[in-house]
């Protein structure tokens, strides 16, 4: 079994959403907001989880997720999950929203896999 790192998210999870996060930023025209590639990855992954665990359980995985990287992004405190969609994503710099999103998405994974 993989050690968890201090967030409580396996490295290779870590890596893995590190990935996908610099991938939206990369493949998205123009666009290197972090909180904006945040909302797309959670919104592609309600359309695939959506059908499986139905909007409440989408809803749930994402507000328990948000609740786990709070612990070591207080920054995300002012970040709500209304209805499967992130609200109120943004930081001060580029660096702090990417670090916010990818412990965001590791939760998310983690609570799932």
């Known amino acids: 079994m993989q050690k968890l790192l201090d967030s409580g998210a396996r490295p290779s999870i870590h890596r ?4 996908v996060v610099a991938a939206e930023l990369a493949g998205n025209e123009g666009s290197s907001d ?3 590639a945040a909302s797309r990855v959670i ?9 499986l665990v139905g909007p ?9 997720s948000l609740v786990l990287a709070r612990r070591e992004n207080p ?9 499967g969609h992130l609200v109120g994503l943004s930081a001060s ?16 994974i983690e609570l799932v896999a």
């Open 16 to 19: 893995f959403s590190s990935a």
């Open 34 to 36: 972090p909180g904006r």
């Open 43 to 51: 919104a592609k992954l309600r359309t695939s989880l959506g059908t």
């Open 56 to 64: 409440a359980g989408f809803e749930v995985l994402l507000s328990r």
């Open 75 to 83: 920054m995300l405190e002012k970040v709500t999950a209304a209805g």
């Open 93 to 108: 710099d580029r660096e702090s929203a990417e670090r916010e999103t990818v412990a965001l998405l590791s939760h998310f």
